[in-house]
C-alpha cells in the first residue's frame, strides 16, 4: 500500500512541474499582451505591435503541447492517479487564461491595423488594467510554484491574488463606464469594451484556477 502512495505523490509531484511550464508559457503571451496594449496607448509602429503578437502565437502553442503532455500523462495514469479530474482542471483552467489573452492582443492588433484612435485617459486606464491582470496571473504562477513548499507561503499568495482580483474588479467597472460615457466611434468604443471585458475574465479565470489549485494543495501539502 505504501509504494502505491509513493507512486501517486510521485506522479502529483510530475505533473505539477509540468503545470508550472505550461504556466511559464501562458505568463508569457499575458506579459506580451500587456506590452501590445503598452505600444497601442504610446502609437508605436505597427511593426512592433506585428512582431509581438507573431511571438504571443508562438508562446501560445508552447502552452498547447505542454498541455497535450499533460493530458497524456493524467490519462496513461488512469485510476491510479486519484485526483486526476482536478489536474484536468488545472490545467484547463491555465489554457483558458492563455487563448483569452490570445484574443485580446489580437483585438489589440486590430485597433492598430484600422488606426482606430482610442480617448487617451481611456487608453491610459487601459494600459493599468493590463498592468493589473499580469500582476494577477504572475501571483497565480507563485502560488503554482509555493504550492509544494509550505501552507503558509501558499497561503498567502492564494490572499494576494484575492486582493489582487478585487481591484482589477473594481478598476473594470470604472473603466467600462468611463467607455461608455466617452466620445469614441462606434467601432472603437465596441473593441474597447470587448477588450477590458476580456481582460477582467482573464482576472476571473486566474481566481477559478487558484480554488482547483487549493483544492489539490489538500493532497500536496
Known sequence: MFPAREREQDLRVKLLTLAQDHMRSVVDVIRKTSLMMEYLCNDEPIQKLEETYADILKSE???RDTRRIIEDEVTNVGAL???R???LRLIHGIDRIGDTAEGVAFRILSLARAKLKINKDVAKNMC????????IVMKLREALLAVTLNHDTFSSKLKEIEESERAVDDHYRNLDLAILQSEMRIPQLLLSRE???MLEDIADRAEETVETLRVLSFVIL
Do not use: P, Q, R
Open 61 to 63: 502553442e508552447k502552452a
Open 128 to 135: 493599468v488594467l493590463s498592468d493589473g491582470v499580469l500582476h
Open 195 to 197: 477588450i477590458v471585458s
Open 85 to 87: 479530474e482536478d489536474f
Open 81 to 83: 492517479l486519484t485526483n
